[in-house]
């Protein structure tokens, strides 16, 4: 596709369960960025990659969450023992390069009851 | 602490006169700073950007002004259209990949 594709659009899910959710990026785009946006509130960082490795994980909010983007294209975000505090839009992001403007995709909602 | 603050929540401008969006940082590091547009259930779209070198940049109905000294940047549209009405969000970085958004600021265009 033209764009960032993120599946799920929704997701709904018990508090405790395991989450993962996926993003598709521009092909071509080497950099891929995870954020976060809560209600009223504006994105929010959690995690860039370079290639396949991990280069920031620092907005990672605790060690339930984890990232992967093994061939580096497509990008897995989990979420473990989810918590209803993780209810958001999760966003994903690609650029060509670190320094270009990044093109989001819509958005996965997971809502965690 | 919100190092980049939209002030105003929401704003409503006739069809046909300039939209002007107001945006404040703290950090005085940045330099880089991006326009998003965002529509419901829609990822946000990059409207414009400007580097911390210029103090205005251009594209089509779309200026964004940087006022290092103030800290302060702005996006005018106009003239806006009712196709305007979204969510627009500021964003800074400072040499890195990282942006830091602001709260947003939900623009109503009337016909």
New interface residues.
Partial sequence: GAGVSQTPSNKVTEKGKYVELRCDPISGHTALYWYRQSLGQGPEFLIYFQGTGAADDSGLPNDRFFAVRPEGSVSTLKIQRTERGDSAVYLCASSPTVREEAFFGQGTRLTVV | DQQ?K?NSPSLSVQEGRISILNCDYTNSMFD?F?W?KKYP??????LI?ISSIKDKNEDGRFTVFLNKSAKHLSLHIVPSQPGDSAVY?C?ASSG?????????TRLKVLA
């Avoid at chain 2, 990282?98 to 709260?103: A, E, L, P, R, V």
Wanted: charged residues 10%; proline residues 4%; hydrophobic residues 35%.
């Fill in positions: 980049v939209q880089y991006l998003y259930a829609e990822g946000p779209t990059f950007s969000f964003a890195t990949y990282k942006y830091i958004f602001g709260t947003g």
